[in-house]
T-cell receptor, first 120, second 113 residues
Framework: AQTVTQSQPEMSVQEAETVTLSCTYDTSESDYYLFWYKQPPSRQMILVIRQEAYKQQNATENRFSVNFQKAAKSFSLKISDSQLGDAAMYFCAYRSPEYAGGTSYGKLTFGQGTILTVHP | DADVTQTPRNRITKTGKRIMLECSQTKGHDRMYWYRQDPGLGLRLIYYSFDVKDINKGEISDGYSVSRQAQAKFSLSLESAIPNQTALYFC????????????FGEGSRLTVL
């Protein structure tokens, strides 16, 4: 079964600085999707960014970018110019493609989460 | 209005009571999921449904049951609640094809005393 590991339970950053959240995953598949979700204190789950494994180019969404290292099975999230509103729990998630079948078909597997604190 | 609506948002109950968490969606998605969030454990899948006639167990289904009443409605039941079912519960939907990202409800905080 696929597993997703976030080894940093907590991280902190100064406002306007850059922070990187780590995520590793275990899979035997060659094609899959990876996601970062943000959960602010309101507890709503918000999609931050997605990456398709077949794409070599790292995904970017405004101040958020990823460093996708397929061979190393690593998927880190970089937040640039951190803002107070970035303070939240961040979850990394993995999903198999539709044709993969197997036990992970159509489901997301989540990491344990990283709490990000932003200091003014 | 939210596209994925969960009720109740918060609930406190006692051990042994039957509890139902309800989820409805207006996104038109066929796939619906129930996840449980616990500190340090992330989100874990309880049950999922790819259409009205399809129900599947997730990794932690013991002590839970579900009902897919319609394409838009997916309910989670705790037949006899116990304290270690105290958690934040999320309903989510997915269109299936494509990247398959999940769209979440606002969560239901359940406390079992």
């Amino acid at each position: 079964a696929q597993t997703v590991t976030q080894s940093q339970p907590e991280m902190s950053v100064q406002e306007a600085e850059t922070v990187t959240l780590s995520c590793t995953y275990d899979t035997s598949e060659s094609d899959y999707y990876l996601f970062w979700y943000k959960q602010p204190p309101s507890r709503q789950m918000i999609l931050v960014i997605r990456q398709e494994a077949y794409k070599q180019q790292n995904a970017t969404e405004n101040r958020f970018s990823v460093n996708f290292q397929k061979a190393a099975k690593s998927f880190s999230l970089k937040i640039s110019d951190s803002q107070l509103g970035d303070a939240a729990m961040y979850f990394c998630a993995y999903r198999s493609p539709e044709y993969a079948g197997g036990t992970s078909y159509g489901k997301l597997t989540f990491g344990q989460g990283t709490i990000l604190t932003v200091h003014p | 209005d939210a596209d994925v609506t969960q009720t109740p948002r918060n609930r406190i109950t006692k051990t042994g009571k039957r509890i139902m968490l309800e989820c409805s969606q207006t996104k038109g998605h066929d796939r619906m999921y129930w996840y449980r969030q616990d500190p340090g454990l992330g989100l874990r899948l309880i049950y999922y449904s790819f259409d009205v006639k399809d129900i599947n167990k997730g990794e932690i289904s013991d002590g839970y049951s579900v009902s897919r009443q319609a394409q838009a409605k997916f309910s989670l039941s705790l037949e006899s609640a116990i304290p270690n079912q105290t958690a934040l519960y999320f309903c989510a939907t997915s269109p299936g094809m494509g990247t398959g990202e999940l769209f979440f409800g606002e969560g239901s905080r359940l406390t079992v005393l």
